[in-house]
């Protein structure tokens, strides 16, 4: 067994721990490894750690949190297992004591211990956003967990002769196949990469006050007091939500909004702050002109899609992302989910099919809004924490019948109603602005790519291939399945 740590240089203080996974299996994963969690060192530029045996290997970037230096070291050898988990347990001191598992180094190891321990089950009992590989190295035997929302990416694939697990695929610099792999738990054959699920989510709900279930979700998503948290603001209805609980909770806290004087989430913004009281409201002008083109191949990079509103959006989150690291801030909160869960993008009738909407809408969540979301902080070393993603608030709005979430010429009923106390009423009436829209990003971006007259996936797919050479026809690098066709009739603002 072979271990290899490369420490990377300080970036600040604090704890931090969300990461990235390489897992290898063939003749030559101990001498690939390395390059291949190199690639991912953005997202866990603190360390970089791998183990081998024989034809195994597994490397992990590490973006520290939970657990200072050899403490949090991962991958991590737990009797007969070795494994690595990318993400934030949130209750993972409370099952170290329920489960007499003595005082935790950081969550990933309690994750471990208690797959030593208790094996698949464990997925009921974690409360988290979190993908990661538990490996038997006597027999090669390779678990893999995701969580109930797939908020954190992992996925299976062929690269030469090495079956991969990945938290990106630009780890790999070929594949021969690849795809994600399910949520829960599931086996991953090491020879074939034939997949098996196991064991799914159920659902847990402990209390169905909407108010009081989403402030937990913010609270339990808050780092520790020593350590500063972000939060990303547009002054839409789902960001101000959860800007409303933290300020209660954080006075400290640093808000974080993207456009110039004239676009409507700046408006926006300023008229939360002055009813929130907000103390540290930072806003980001909107970038040069000149540096749309290097922000264009740079998120296409990021988020391995020539998809445009996943390319736009997701310069957004990359641009605010940015500044969020260079505030020496990795943790933020953000509104993404409310609109999936909560009918955010639709006027729906009660004879439309907006229960099958929204359904495609949560389950193509992590190939769109959390993919452009993760790989679009990831590529800052910061992390977004997502509380209406909360498992006990999926339970909840899952839950819902139509005139909780639809009325005339509206959406998103209940939350409107439920924080009429908490919000000033421009804020509780405003309608659905995309990310690159309410910002005025998307004009810059939507220019630039019809410069040549050609439309923006075709200019983006050129961008795409010039950094990558996978195969262009798999849908995970540009599918949007509910919005494409209103994706490539879009104009610079919403109709």
């Given at each position: 067994m072979m271990i290899e740590v490369v420490r990377a240089p300080t970036r600040g203080e604090g704890n931090r721990r969300v990461c990235g996974i390489v897992f290898l299996?063939?003749?030559?994963?101990?001498?690939?490894?390395?390059?291949?969690?190199?690639?991912?060192?953005?997202?866990?530029?603190?360390?970089?750690?791998?183990?081998?045996?024989?034809?195994?290997?597994?490397g992990f970037a590490r973006l520290e949190i939970n657990g200072v230096g050899r403490l949090g070291r991962q991958p991590h050898c737990q009797g007969s297992l070795v494994g690595a988990v990318n993400g934030e347990i949130y209750n993972y001191r409370a099952l170290a004591a329920a489960h007499n598992l003595g005082t935790p180094a950081c969550d990933a190891h309690v994750a471990l211990q208690m797959f030593e321990r208790r094996g698949i089950g464990i997925i009921e009992e974690l409360d988290g956003f979190f993908s990661g590989v538990v490996l038997r190295p006597s027999d090669g035997h390779l678990v893999c967990l995701r969580d109930h929302i797939g908020k954190k990416p992992l996925f299976v694939g062929r690269s030469r002769q090495e079956i991969f697990v990945t938290s990106e695929l630009k780890a790999l610099d070929e594949i021969e196949w690849f795809e994600p792999l399910p949520l829960g738990v599931s086996s991953v054959d090491a020879v074939s990469g034939e997949i098996r699920a196991i064991a799914g989510h159920h659902p847990v709900l402990r209390r169905t006050d909407l108010v009081a279930v989403l402030e937990e979700a913010v609270r339990k998503r808050l780092p520790a007091a020593e350590q500063r948290v972000g939060v990303l603001l547009s002054g839409g209805l789902d960001s101000s939500i959860v800007a409303s609980f933290v300020a209660r909770h954080r006075a400290d806290a640093t808000y974080f909004t993207l456009g110039d004087d004239a676009s409507s989430d700046r408006q926006a913004v300023e008229v939360v702050s002055r009813a929130l009281q907000l103390n540290d409201v930072r806003v980001l002008p909107l970038p040069a002109h000149e540096r749309i083109p290097e922000l264009v191949r740079r998120v296409v990079y990021a988020t391995e899609s020539f998809n445009p509103s996943i390319v736009s959006n997701g310069i957004a989150t990359y641009l605010l992302c940015e500044a969020v690291r260079d505030a020496g801030i990795k943790v933020v909160l953000t509104g993404e989910g409310a609109d999936e869960l909560f009918g955010g993008y639709h006027v729906f009738a009660r004879c439309d099919p907006w229960r099958e909407v929204r359904q495609r809408l949560i389950e193509d969540l992590p190939t769109t809004e959390l993919r452009r979301l993760d790989l679009a902080s990831m590529a800052h070393g910061v992390e977004a924490r997502c509380p209406f993603l909360d498992r006990a608030v999926r339970t909840l709005a899952e839950g819902l019948e139509f005139d909780d979430l639809y009325g005339p010429d509206e959406n998103k009923v209940i939350l409107r109603r439920m924080f009429g106390d908490a919000l000033p009423p421009d804020v509780l009436c405003r309608k659905k602005s995309s990310f690159d829209v309410g910002s005025g990003l998307r004009g810059q971006v939507v220019r630039y790519l019809r410069r040549n007259g050609r439309s923006e996936r075709e200019e983006l797919r050129d961008v795409w291939r010039e950094q990558f050479a996978f195969d262009a026809s798999n849908e995970y690098f540009h599918a949007y399945p509910v919005f494409d066709a209103a994706i490539d009739a879009r104009g610079e603002g919403h109709r």
């Amino acid at each position: 067994m072979m271990i290899e740590v490369v420490r990377a240089p300080t970036r600040g203080e604090g704890n931090r721990r969300v990461c990235g996974i390489v897992f290898l299996a063939g003749l030559q994963a101990r001498s690939r490894i390395s390059a291949c969690v190199e690639r991912l060192r953005h997202r866990g530029p603190d360390e970089l750690s791998t183990w081998s045996e024989g034809k195994l290997a597994l490397g992990f970037a590490r973006l520290e949190i939970n657990g200072v230096g050899r403490l949090g070291r991962q991958p991590h050898c737990q009797g007969s297992l070795v494994g690595a988990v990318n993400g934030e347990i949130y209750n993972y001191r409370a099952l170290a004591a329920a489960h007499n598992l003595g005082t935790p180094a950081c969550d990933a190891h309690v994750a471990l211990q208690m797959f030593e321990r208790r094996g698949i089950g464990i997925i009921e009992e974690l409360d988290g956003f979190f993908s990661g590989v538990v490996l038997r190295p006597s027999d090669g035997h390779l678990v893999c967990l995701r969580d109930h929302i797939g908020k954190k990416p992992l996925f299976v694939g062929r690269s030469r002769q090495e079956i991969f697990v990945t938290s990106e695929l630009k780890a790999l610099d070929e594949i021969e196949w690849f795809e994600p792999l399910p949520l829960g738990v599931s086996s991953v054959d090491a020879v074939s990469g034939e997949i098996r699920a196991i064991a799914g989510h159920h659902p847990v709900l402990r209390r169905t006050d909407l108010v009081a279930v989403l402030e937990e979700a913010v609270r339990k998503r808050l780092p520790a007091a020593e350590q500063r948290v972000g939060v990303l603001l547009s002054g839409g209805l789902d960001s101000s939500i959860v800007a409303s609980f933290v300020a209660r909770h954080r006075a400290d806290a640093t808000y974080f909004t993207l456009g110039d004087d004239a676009s409507s989430d700046r408006q926006a913004v300023e008229v939360v702050s002055r009813a929130l009281q907000l103390n540290d409201v930072r806003v980001l002008p909107l970038p040069a002109h000149e540096r749309i083109p290097e922000l264009v191949r740079r998120v296409v990079y990021a988020t391995e899609s020539f998809n445009p509103s996943i390319v736009s959006n997701g310069i957004a989150t990359y641009l605010l992302c940015e500044a969020v690291r260079d505030a020496g801030i990795k943790v933020v909160l953000t509104g993404e989910g409310a609109d999936e869960l909560f009918g955010g993008y639709h006027v729906f009738a009660r004879c439309d099919p907006w229960r099958e909407v929204r359904q495609r809408l949560i389950e193509d969540l992590p190939t769109t809004e959390l993919r452009r979301l993760d790989l679009a902080s990831m590529a800052h070393g910061v992390e977004a924490r997502c509380p209406f993603l909360d498992r006990a608030v999926r339970t909840l709005a899952e839950g819902l019948e139509f005139d909780d979430l639809y009325g005339p010429d509206e959406n998103k009923v209940i939350l409107r109603r439920m924080f009429g106390d908490a919000l000033p009423p421009d804020v509780l009436c405003r309608k659905k602005s995309s990310f690159d829209v309410g910002s005025g990003l998307r004009g810059q971006v939507v220019r630039y790519l019809r410069r040549n007259g050609r439309s923006e996936r075709e200019e983006l797919r050129d961008v795409w291939r010039e950094q990558f050479a996978f195969d262009a026809s798999n849908e995970y690098f540009h599918a949007y399945p509910v919005f494409d066709a209103a994706i490539d009739a879009r104009g610079e603002g919403h109709r």
